[in-house]
């Protein structure tokens, strides 16, 4: 009987081992949730050719929030917005105001939007587009949406504070096809000719990286997920998250209970192609949320609780401004767009006596589990800038966002620059910028990336 006893004893001590070491490889975590879709018909985002307010929905705009803390003192928190972007004043104001409800500091809240082109117009994000044209009714709409996102995006944040429990956090990277490299292939309408044909060119980014969290019981309570594609399948007159609204709606109905979130990778030269129907934006959300499912069903490494988060501003530089006198000019344009741009830029000399020849660029780079680079990158990213992070970091362990914190304009590689075009520099007149980029960006921004990843907490 003693020695059975003393097998039990061992037996014990074996499983409370066990569970203690169990209890210390979990995180805490939550996930919430807010509406976000305009009550009223105002102005939408993303092209210029618009000519009228929404005219209803098909989907529902969302912001979510996905908390991370890893028990140490480290708590991060990703929101996924459903919009083209937001500019640096209202990231600020988001910014402060989970600073003041929660005590979350710049570094630790990183900000992505879906980057579709069928939600509202946001603030001054995309401003001699927009500002070109409209009257002061849908300017006020505009301004009233823009006042009442932090608050909105608070609520969502409180909802996964208030959901933070015992959590499992694994990794994982799938695969999605239909993003196509906008700039290497056109007529648009060649390109399933091309892919039939395995002739499509250009360099493309088609990983899926999956970043899931699974309560104590194995049951799915949040997915994080990225694909480097535009949000534009979609131009019509309605609200609608495009594909990546119909992704996370397929993959909350497969997993009922849980909160799924996009972030949007380095797309700025890829497409979804063919486009312009409902149901192939829902067809490529189908598509990604398949990817995700197949990673989500397959055995994935799990992530120790242990979360590192960096970031820094730098000056990124910019070309040669424009004088007083060539503004004057530009104002006087018969393209509205240069025009608007021009007069913007003219109050802003006026009322601060001169234009800044830099912007301040945001770079966040977040360790998880000790496994994971995330790094998020503001404005419109090109492809160039996570193949070459993934190759010189982690690889697909090196994940990259683009379209976050500030979208302030297209972010060229130097190859783009040098080669031009709209997402080369010509996109820097609807975005507002006073000038091109200097052609040093893309080492200014990866070399900060590196230093990041090599700095102690």
């Known amino acids: 009987m003693r020695c059975r006893w003393d097998t039990v004893v061992g037996l014990l001590a074996v499983v409370s081992v066990s569970s203690v070491l169990q209890a210390e490889d979990l995180w805490q975590a939550g996930a919430g949730r807010v509406k976000i879709t305009p009550g009223q018909a105002m102005w939408m985002a993303g092209y210029g050719s618009r000519a009228k307010p929404a005219e209803g929905k098909v989907t529902d705009l969302w912001a979510k929030a996905l908390v991370l803390d890893d028990g140490k003192g480290n708590r991060g928190v990703v929101v996924s917005l459903d919009l083209v972007g937001i500019d640096r004043e ?19 809240i990183s900000l992505c939007t879906s980057h579709t082109h069928s939600g509202p117009v946001v603030g001054r994000n995309l401003a001699p587009i927009h500002y070109a044209i409209l009257e002061p009714e849908q300017q006020a709409l505009i301004d009233d949406y823009a006042e009442r996102l932090p608050g909105q995006v608070c609520t969502a944040v409180n909802g996964a504070i208030d959901a933070l429990a015992p959590a499992k956090v694994q990794w994982g990277n799938g695969k999605a096809i239909f993003a196509v490299n906008r700039r290497e ?88 192609l063919p486009r312009s129907s409902v149901e192939l934006a829902e067809r490529y959300g189908r598509d990604l949320a398949r990817a995700v499912q197949d990673v989500l069903s397959s055995p994935m490494p799990v992530l120790s609780p242990s979360l590192s988060l960096r970031y820094q501003e730098i000056e990124l530089k910019l070309q040669q401004l424009p004088t007083a006198a060539e503004l004057n000019t530009e104002a006087q344009s018969a393209d509205r767009y240069i025009a608007a741009r021009a007069r913007m830029l003219q109050k802003r000399l006026e009322s601060q006596g001169a234009l800044r020849g830099a912007y301040p660029y945001p770079i966040f780079f977040w360790k998880l589990g000790g496994a994971i680079d995330f790094i998020s990158l503001g404005g419109e990213v090109v492809v160039d800038y996570a193949l070459r992070l993934k190759s010189e970091l982690h690889g697909k362990q090196t994940w990259v966002a683009g379209n976050t914190n500030d979208v302030m304009a297209y972010i060229p590689s ?32 990866l070399q900060t990336v590196h230093d990041l990843s090599r700095k102690e907490n």
């Open 185 to 272: 292939n056109k007529p648009y309408r060649t390109v399933p000719d091309l892919r039939a044909r395995g002739a499509l060119k250009g360099p493309v980014d088609h990983d899926v990286p999956v970043l899931s969290v699974r309560g104590e019981g194995g049951e799915l309570r949040a997915v994080l997920f990225g694909y480097a594609c535009h949000a534009t399948t979609l131009s019509f007159q309605q609200w609608n998250g495009d594909y990546p609204g119909y992704a996370q709606i397929a993959l909350e109905k497969a997993y009922p209970g849980a909160t799924a979130l996009f972030w949007a990778g380095c797309g700025a030269d890829q497409n979804p």
């Open 414 to 445: 130097l190859r783009v620059h040098k080669e031009g075009g709209y997402e080369g520099g010509g996109s820097n007149i609807y975005y507002g910028l006073p000038g091109l980029w200097d052609e040093g960006v893309e080492e200014a921004i």
């Open 90 to 108: 209202i990231a600020g104001k988001v910014c402060t105001r989970l600073k003041k409800e929660f005590g979350l500091e710049r570094h630790q």
